[in-house]
């Protein structure tokens, strides 16, 4: 069996496991165990999962995964997003699509200390879509903004993504949070332009003009607890003080003095925390374990080192070859989540965009390139057939057909792609925050 036939074959039995609804860990770690077999036998296949679990598990960068998701659940849990809803809605509502605005506002601020797409979306639905509703939005403006609004979750650091990419490709996480703030403040800035464009010329989707509370010191105090925790986390975390799995540590105990204040943390909802920690933390790692499987049984065909002189062989311009890997993104995401996305393509890809001339330092290019890896897999999280933050957002507005929530997340798809080219054709914007920090 040639090289390229047995990575074929791999490929194909991950995606008819998928396609059986295997859960994707599974599904790649028998892929994996296929392609590995077929290529070295069972006995050093027992001698790599022997040694490769423990080696993977005992990584003490992983351990910023779960302090990170477990500072997302105290925000989520500790009543947190609501004072940031109503904060952004004082701010933003006096304008037309006012409401809408408020909630990108909210996601954004709740983004900066949750570092998940799926539940920045689903806690901000939960506040922001009665009030929508109530004020005469339509059902497929609310949900396409908050779905697109969920993404700001892992657009701005921190960003589970981000972490597990910096992992794969050994760099540094500050500095990859840091070039992932001007994207990510990009990403808000567009999704707010895309509403107020969208109700201006599509009549009936929004009310002509919001109610707008008034600033008060009350709504002023719902956003402090945010800003001090990320001031703490981020700026220890460029300041020196800690490390980035310290800076996570630190965030979730801040996290949890926060939700302790709010008074709205039970001790049954402090259990919740944990137990959703332990549960996506779990989720991850199996699919970290079959991704490695996979990923090893690749390297075995060399198909992958081949990819990379086969594409430096074509002389095509590098920035040419990264877009056509991010149309690539586009497509895989239409049948991935975003995790397994990365954990799957990063070790196949990145070796093929470092060894191309794009006139930077390496440690530059591998940085860019993970911001246009982020950018890409955010939407996936949008675009159909998947799209899973339309899923979970829908599946909060039970009245509100999918197909509409599709048609709402279109405008943001538009300014997602807007960005992406952007962000492709000048690298220094992702860039400028890195050297400050340098």
């Not at 859960?23 to 070295?40: H, S």
């Not at 500050?174 to 999704?191: N, Q, R």
């Not at 707010?192 to 010191?217: F, L, N, S």
């Not at 009350?218 to 020196?240: E, M």
């Amino acid at each position: 069996m040639t090289p390229i036939t047995l990575t074929l074959l791999i490929f194909a039995v991950m995606l008819v496991l998928m396609a059986a609804r295997t859960p994707i860990a599974i599904a790649m770690f028998a892929a994996g165990t296929v392609g590995y077999v077929l290529q070295a036998g069972w006995m050093p296949l027992a001698s790599f999962l022997n040694t490769q679990a423990f080696a993977r598990f005992a990584s003490y960068d992983l351990s910023v995964i779960p302090l990170f998701i477990l500072m997302g659940n105290f925000a989520t849990q500790g009543g947190i997003s609501r004072a940031l809803f109503e904060f952004a809605a004082a701010v933003m509502g006096r304008f037309k699509g006012g409401l809408a605005m408020a909630s990108v506002l909210a996601c954004a601020a709740f983004g900066a200390i949750c570092g998940s797409s799926v539940a920045t979306a689903a806690t901000i639905t939960s506040v922001a879509l009665p009030e929508m509703k109530r004020h005469g939005y339509s059902g497929r403006l609310a949900t396409g903004t908050l779905a697109a609004g969920g993404t700001l979750g892992i657009l701005i650091p921190p960003s589970v993504p981000l972490v597990i990419y910096a992992i794969l490709t050994e760099q540094n996480i500050a500095k990859l949070f840091a070039a992932a703030m001007v994207p990510g403040i990009l990403a808000m800035l567009g999704y707010m332009i895309a509403i107020a464009i969208y109700v201006r010329v599509v009549p009936g989707q929004a009310p002509e003009h919001d109610d707008a509370p008034a600033i008060t010191a009350r709504s002023l105090s719902g956003v402090l607890p945010i800003a001090t925790i990320f001031l703490i986390v981020f700026g220890g975390i460029y300041t020196g003080k800690f490390t980035p799995t310290e800076g996570a540590g630190v965030g979730a105990a801040a996290t949890f003095i926060a939700a302790l204040l709010k008074r709205e943390i039970t001790w049954q909802k402090f259990k919740h925390c944990f137990y959703a920690t332990a549960e996506a933390s779990a989720m991850i790692f199996m699919i970290f374990l079959g991704a490695d499987l996979m990923n090893s049984a690749l390297a075995l065909t060399q198909v992958p080192g081949q990819l990379a002189s086969v594409v430096q062989g074509w002389g095509l311009p590098p920035v040419a070859v990264v877009a056509a890997i991010l149309l690539f993104y586009v497509v895989l995401g239409s049948v991935m989540d975003e995790l397994s996305m990365i954990l799957l393509t990063i070790p196949i890809f990145f070796p093929v965009v470092m060894g191309l001339d794009f006139g930077m330092p390496k440690e530059s290019v591998a940085l860019w390139f993970g911001i246009m890896v982020l950018m890409t897999v955010g939407f996936g999280l949008l675009a159909p057939p998947v799209g899973l933050n339309v899923y979970v957002v829908n599946g909060l507005a039970r009245d509100v057909p999918i197909a509409e929530s599709y048609r709402g997340v279109l405008p943001f798809l538009i300014s997602d792609t807007l960005r992406t080219v952007l962000l492709l054709l000048f690298p220094p914007i992702s860039l400028a925050l890195v050297k400050l920090i340098s």
